[in-house]
């Protein structure tokens, strides 16, 4: 009992660095993905450092989601291909380990990060969205001139087109403000104003652009019929949420939390994108989480199969392993999506295709017999790494 107790401690020791390493790596591509964003809220909307770091972190659980599986796979892999090239695993199978024995610290392992991804899916993503979308409408709301481009349309708001020719910062005045406005699908105007300036929307979420000087044209696509008005001053509004990606202040499907989710499949009667979105999250919640035991237990076969390769070999076959989940996710996603089959068959089918894998390889290699596939792949790396090699020792010598 304590010699188990000591190798699962060593196991799980192991494969805790990887882990941690591959999360840092992937948060680092992670934040220079958000630079350009960010370095767009810092100069059109003169967000505070502060601000921007809330943001970052706003955006962590959505990252973590599909991060924390790929590094819990590759952790596993690091540690059993170290442990087969340094023929650990061969001295435990000669001292009456098995292959399955060695297992519980990797369920166990891979347990916990399905339980930390839970919490992201379930808590941190809905949390993440709402604080997030909160702050930046907050931040908007605060500065709304800033965000304006001058000389560019302006498409941020849901059937609006606004063109503005000329900002002044101190007064919030726009000059030579352009409003094409196809909010109303009967009828829709075009507004030109000398100038307009921006009113304090107070505690609501609606910008007020007060005109002055200008002309409406107004078509009536009904009747048929279209009619001019001129105005000395004009009042029109925009809500922030719309600009923000909401629904007429319902939340999105990753905004909502589990109960909410539930909730909204239960009573929403029209099967369209919205219904088929919503039941993608709900099983999304589950099987993402679940894949960290999946991927962690294919990991355990990709990395003893290794262990006569170059170590680059096995994590070129897991990232292989992983891009091969991640497609069939999306797929599953666009497919129930549309609802060609059910969201419950795109959000498991990755799952079950990757496990009945990572199933049939590891039983292969608890009987110490090869898998075909994995044979080719080491033939093929064998030969162009020989090319390669001796390409290298060609150019050397000449």
């Not at 799952?351 to 390889?361: E, H, K, P, R, T």
Request: with cysteine; net charge positive; charged share 20%.
């Amino acid at each position: 009992m304590r010699k188990k107790h000591i190798v699962f401690k060593y196991m799980l020791g192991e494969m805790l660095p990887p882990f941690g390493v591959t999360l840092l790596v992937f948060a680092l591509i992670f934040l220079m993905t958000r630079m350009l964003q960010l370095t767009d809220y810092v100069v059109n909307f003169r967000v505070g450092l502060g601000h921007v770091m809330m943001l970052l972190m706003y955006s962590m659980p959505f990252f973590l989601i599909f991060v924390i599986p790929m590094s819990t796979m590759m952790a596993v892999l690091l540690t059993f291909l170290r442990m087969s090239s340094d023929n650990e695993i061969t001295a435990l199978k000669a001292a009456g380990w098995s292959l399955y024995s060695l297992l519980p610290p990797v369920l166990a392992f891979c347990t916990a990060t399905a339980l930390l991804t839970a919490s992201m899916s379930f808590i941190g993503l809905p949390w993440g969205r709402m604080a997030a979308k909160e702050l930046l409408i907050d931040v908007a709301r605060q500065n709304v001139e800033i965000g304006l481009k001058e000389r560019s349309f302006e498409r941020t708001f849901k059937r609006v087109v606004l063109y503005v020719g000329s900002v002044d910062v101190e007064s919030r005045t726009l000059h030579h403000v352009f409003i094409e406005d196809r909010r109303d699908l009967e009828l829709s105007s075009t507004i030109m104003a000398s100038k307009g300036r921006i009113i304090p929307s107070g505690g609501d979420d609606i910008w007020q652009l007060r005109l002055s000087d200008g002309v409406i044209v107004r078509a009536d696509r009904k009747n048929q019929s279209m009619f001019t008005v001129d105005f000395d001053s004009y009042d029109f509004n925009l809500n922030l949420r719309t600009a923000l990606g909401a629904r007429d202040g319902e939340k999105d499907e990753e905004e909502m939390y589990f109960k909410e989710l539930l909730t909204f499949v239960k009573r929403y009667n029209k099967k369209d994108d919205r219904y088929y979105l919503a039941l993608l999250e709900v099983h999304k919640k589950f099987s993402i989480p679940f894949s960290c035991i999946v991927l962690g237990l294919a990991a355990v076969s990709l990395g003893i199969v290794s262990r006569s390769a170059r170590r680059s070999f096995g994590v070129a076959l897991g990232l292989g392993l992983f891009l091969l989940y991640y497609l069939l996710l999306s797929a599953g996603w666009v497919f129930g999506e549309a609802g060609k089959y059910p969201p419950m068959i795109g959000m498991w089918v990755p799952n079950l295709v990757i496990g009945a894998m990572g199933g049939f390889s590891l039983v292969r290699m608890a009987k110490d017999r090869p898998v075909a596939i994995f044979a080719w792949f080491q033939t093929k790396a064998r030969i162009l790494s020989g090319r390669w090699g001796g390409g290298q020792e060609a150019a050397a010598k000449s």
